[in-house]
């Protein structure tokens, strides 16, 4: 183990292990002894709100304040069909509206549907999860997943539909401890019972090579960094099935795409993807247009 990598380890007492261990007597009045105590100290000594700072003012396992989760709203604007970039121009031609990306090359999943925009409030409950290791917002997080699911419910028959978290590599599993996507699929399905005729099946799919940040990368860069670094386990199990990918975040759609791409090599009828954030193209500034027609407004009063 490299130095540095001990502290980085999961905490040995929430390992998912013990988390599927049965309930032992001694385990789980240890537990409830450190939830009340912790109840109590929320009470005595509230904490702050980790995305605003602000008081908590209620107990809750979540340290996030009901208002800052407030403002992790859907995403509302337009979007590609494909893979749910926004887009800001749309013809009048009825029908699907393809991105630029989509229109030069259609991915190999058939539909990418997210719950909201990665910025802001958002990005910083996936931070908590990921990074912080604050496993209760995976409960919030699935909520909103199986929101993006329940957009594709008519794409396809989820009756029999595998959904399969991109998985980690298992030195980046190791370090962080677990799959955060597949925390945010179990807590999704589970909250959502006309969900429950999916079946998640993680260990379907199978990350067999670390690859580099995707930043900054062209497009073919992004494909060649990703090419190989998936591998279907059980081919068997995956051919002919609907498939549902999940994930955290789409940043450009790469990293889901050689998910589909590998699975429908498998056989596999059809992969759609689902994730709890997407990053969107920045807003336009409009502030240039009205800039532009006020101008032309006193252009035209000179004028007159
Ligand atoms: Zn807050
Ligand atoms: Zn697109």
Request: include cysteine; charge should be positive; glycine fraction near 6%.
């Amino acid at each position: 183990m490299p130095p540095g990598k001990a502290q980085a380890g999961p905490h040995p007492e929430r390992s998912p292990q013990q988390r599927q261990q049965g309930p032992e007597r001694s385990a789980l009045l240890v537990s409830s002894l450190r939830y009340t105590a912790s109840s109590l100290f929320s009470v005595f000594f509230p904490s702050d709100c980790r995305i605003c700072s602000l008081p908590l003012t209620n107990i809750s396992r979540l340290p996030v304040c009901p208002e800052c989760l407030d403002t992790m709203a859907r995403f509302q604007g337009r979007t590609c069909a494909i893979c749910g970039e926004r887009m800001f121009s749309f013809s009048d031609e009825a029908g699907e509206q393809l991105c630029g990306e989509c229109l030069a090359e259609q991915p190999a999943f058939r539909k990418a549907s997210a719950y909201g925009s990665y910025d802001a409030g958002l990005r910083e409950l996936i931070h908590l999860l990921k990074y912080d290791r604050i496993r209760t917002a995976a409960r919030v997080l699935g909520r909103m997943l199986a929101e993006a699911v329940t957009d594709l419910r008519q794409e396809f028959d989820i009756h029999d539909a595998v959904v399969i978290p991109v998985p980690l590599h298992s030195s980046k599993l190791h370090s962080r401890g677990f799959n955060q996507s597949e925390l945010i699929a179990e807590a999704g399905l589970k909250g959502a019972p006309e969900l429950r005729v999916m079946k998640l099946r993680p260990q379907l799919l199978k990350r067999v090579r670390a690859t580099e940040s995707q930043v900054g990368l062209t497009r073919e860069q992004r494909q060649a960094n990703v090419r190989g670094a998936f591998a279907v386990t059980v081919p068997d199990e995956v051919r002919g099935k609907n498939i549902l990918v999940v994930d955290d975040v789409l940043t450009t759609g790469t990293t889901v795409g050689e998910c589909a791409r590998v699975l429908r090599k498998a056989g596999a009828a059809g992969v759609w993807v689902a994730t709890v954030a997407r990053v969107m193209k920045p807003e336009m500034t409009a502030a240039l247009e009205p800039l532009e027609a006020e101008e032309a407004l006193a252009m035209s009063a000179h004028a007159g």
